[in-house]
């Protein structure tokens, strides 16, 4: 999976904007369409990537575990001046907070999701109960880029909302399951809100009085995102814990 993520990482943002810039002549972007081609291209690489790197030279490479059995979720967001749009695909998730409340902007690919349970037994697929809802009783989410073994049962095609921002928005939480399976939304969004008051205030989270110099919106996002990861990781997540913040404040915003 790290070397999925990593080509992800690197990757898809690259990806995204040359989509956006193909449609910089159209008097709008069609935000689901370039989502959707953003992302089987990054599969596409990943696949072209597993290919080539599955070419052995030596025998004893032969016991090293095959690259299409690995892939990554992800998760997108593109902020403009009037809209969030986020792209998922997996079981990372993007969380707003509007006004001290935490709304999600994307939905799980967990296998027992109805929609996707039947999508899978469509293309004649099975999800097995083992440790949890498991395609093929493997992968514990329905949609990734890379896991080649499991096409066309686990797809790339992501799931794109688009939503209006608004005066009262707060902030954008993006993270991986890592975080999610042991954070609400709520909790998550109640720590990133106690960083950025004390971004305003000039005080450190949990320190009121204590008046930290060069203290700025960056570094009140970086604050809350270590801050949630060790929260994670205090409540014993097993899973690997991403998290970015990106402060949605309007009077925060350079014009």
Known sequence: MAMVATMCKQ?????????????KEKESVDWKSTMEKSFIRMDKEVLNSTKTKQSFTCKCELQ????????????????TPEKIIVSNCGDSRAVLCRNG?????????????????????????RVIYWDGARVLGVLAMSRAIGDNYLKPYVISEPEVTVTERSDEDDCLILASDGLW???ENDTACRVVQMCLKADKTGSPPGSPGSVVTGVGSDKACSDASILLTKLALARHSSDNVSVV???LRRDQRQQ
Request: glycine share 4%; with cysteine; aromatic share 0%.
């Open 11 to 23: 990757r898809l943002h690259e990806i995204v904007d040359d989509e956006i810039t193909k449609n």
């Open 64 to 79: 090293t575990p095959h690259c299409d059995a690995v892939g990554s979720t992800a998760v997108v967001a593109v902020v």
């Open 101 to 125: 409340v935490a709304i999600p902007l994307s939905s799980d690919h967990k296998p027992d999701r109805p929609d996707e349970l039947d999508r899978i037994n469509s293309a004649g697929g």
């Open 181 to 183: 399976d042991v954070v």
């Open 245 to 247: 913040v990106v402060d």
